[in-house]
DNA sequence: ACAAAAGTGTTATCGCTACACCCATGT
DNA sequence: ACATGGGTGTAGCGATAACACTTTTGT
């Protein structure tokens, strides 16, 4: 005889707890990969045209099924590498989403990563699929298949909150990079503007940055120190009642 | 012939494409419900004592698998009516747990939400497991079934970030409440202290709260104002820069 | 009278805003 | 010479922290 869900589980909450174990396990579990990057001044989405149907011809974010003897983080960062041939990048859980009918081809519960990459580490990669791959502009998102929209903004959403409170800007940006640099890319992120003098106070005053001795070159300006993020001393800061805070 | 992941999802990531996407639906998700309330200056914690196997004895936060045709934020709803008897509660998912071998049943993804009860709403249901539920208290939590106890710390740390950026604090309050007592439970939750006159006069600078013409009575010093929280208040709050701030 | 918590006022300090100004480079 | 962005100083304002003090109740 079958198990229930009351063999299983010890204990039932519904009306109908004597439904057999095995009519529960027919879900898939899919990620779904919010891929940023930034590029002259702006947030950039990766993503994927479909090939087949649903939805072909729209793009998509890129995303697969969790298989099933593989941890979810795991399949996460599998269609990151595969994707773009990346590991060990910045990636976070934005949300689940769980709507009987969010998928077409059946139950398909998805979990929405974002990952931010530096465009100076991403090389596009020669795959079979390289030509439906493509940056777009986050501020002109082009109708995404599925509930794509939703998932982007949402993890979009998480991203301007976390960006405040973790230094997790320095993943879209170089390793050496100037103040004016990181000023614009914030801006970018959390739809804003900045006083110049007062932003660099606020930075430099978490003394989290490093002062590489090297100097922009070739601009048609003051050149700009570079600076580089320092990890150690950020550790440092973490531990202080006022921590990084944008 | 059945179908593989690459005829149906229009583009693949891994090596292993064309497996038969029967392979995929195997997997049961479920929600866990981590259900706080707040009771003499303490966060607690609902817990249900398992009556079988796995982890029998133990206790464990509520929760349940989800149907096949039911939306995953239906479910959680549902494990808390059932067990509380609340509906319409503040509720907010928290993350999703992915593991391979995170339960011993099989592959199941499970999603925690937590949700805020106020005490005086709450009335201990009288069903048949009613001897099994209780409340804990958030700093001395037992120990918890599966991988409940990282579940509810990650929570926890979710709920000490929102709580200070959105007025839910007062789902765990009374309707009517002292300002000492709001003081009280942000203390709890945030596990610092405030000083009590910069405390209120952040609070009252927020015109979020509006002042019952009652007191508090029969107690044994100076009788506080009774307070509400004014939701039209807090919308217009929330339109300005400031915002709700702890 | 005393304890206990409510409730208020004051001061010093810190951080943030706004804005003005100078500097170094390429064209 | 000029445009462009880098880089700095300061004055004023507002929020916050620290602390002292008064008020009202029950015992």
Redesign the interface.
Same mark, same amino acid.
């Given at each position: 005889m079958s198990k229930t869900?009351e063999?299983?589980?010890?204990?039932?909450?519904?009306a109908?707890y004597k439904i057999p =174990?095995e009519?529960?396990?027919?879900?898939? !579990?899919s990620v779904d990969c919010i891929i940023l990057g930034y590029h002259e001044n702006n947030v950039k989405l990766l993503v994927?045209e479909?090939?087949? #149907?649903?939805?072909?011809g729209k793009v998509a974010v890129?995303g697969?099924? !969790? /298989?099933?003897? #593989?941890?979810?983080?795991a399949?996460a960062n599998? !269609?990151l590498k595969?994707?773009t041939g990346l590991e060990n990048v910045y990636m976070t859980?934005s949300?689940? /989403?769980?709507?009987?009918d969010r998928h077409p =081809?059946?139950?398909v519960?998805t979990?929405g990563f974002y990952s931010l990459i530096s465009v100076d580490r991403y090389q596009p990669l020669a795959s079979s699929?390289a030509d439906?791959v493509y940056w777009v502009d986050v501020k002109e998102l082009p109708p995404l298949a599925f509930d794509h929209q939703t998932i982007v903004q949402n993890a979009l959403e998480d991203l301007k909150e976390r960006v405040k409170?973790q230094p997790i800007g320095f993943e879209l940006l170089p390793k050496k990079f100037t103040l004016g640099e990181m000023q614009k890319l914030y801006e970018a992120i959390l739809d804003t503007e900045f006083d110049k003098a007062n932003f660099r106070k606020k930075v430099l005053s978490m003394k989290i940055l490093e002062d590489t001795s090297e100097m922009q070159k070739s601009v048609a300006h003051r050149p700009a120190k570079l600076y580089r993020f320092n990890k150690e001393a950020y550790r440092a800061l973490e531990n202080t009642k006022e921590g990084f805070n944008l």
């Open positions: 869900t063999d299983v589980l010890g204990h039932q909450f519904s109908f =174990i009519k529960f396990f027919q879900f898939a !579990v994927v479909r090939g087949t #149907e649903p939805h072909k890129p697969d099924l !969790v /298989y099933p003897a #593989e941890d979810m983080d399949a599998r !269609v595969d994707l859980q949300k689940a /989403y769980g709507q009987v =081809i059946g139950r519960v979990v699929w439906n409170l």
